[in-house]
């Protein structure tokens, strides 16, 4: 079974079951956790599609939810923000502001008139 961890975003193959206290050995971030598994959905009751789950507050912990199954843990991972205006600005025609050169600022502030 493959997955991609939500901690680092690494490419994870496994034979078996996913243990309580598994963890990904790139980043140690741990495996049996919501956030890993294919039944979080952050707009779900709970964060959770499974009505039967036991409700965790921490997403990210390692918790022993028996109903867990794994799933791609790189799908909740969330961008920056600055990414997602540019999305949103995209979607209305509005283009992203170029990136200021700190120099031209620089410049611009001790020039002389």
Request: proline share 6%.
């Amino acid at each position: 079974m493959a997955t991609t961890c939500y901690g680092c975003g690494a490419v994870l193959r496994f034979d078996g079951p996913i243990g309580r206290r598994t963890t990904c050995p790139e980043c140690d971030a741990d495996l049996h956790a919501c956030i890993d598994c294919r039944h979080h959905d952050e707009s779900a009751p709970n964060e959770c599609r499974e009505p039967h789950a036991d409700h965790y507050v921490d997403k990210i912990a390692s918790n022993a939810c028996d109903l867990f199954q794994l799933g791609d843990g790189a799908s909740h991972r969330r961008g920056s923000s600055q990414a997602a205006r540019d999305r949103l600005g995209a979607l209305f025609g509005d283009a992203p502001k170029p990136a200021e050169d700190p120099r031209d600022a620089l410049e611009a502030l001790f020039r002389k008139s």
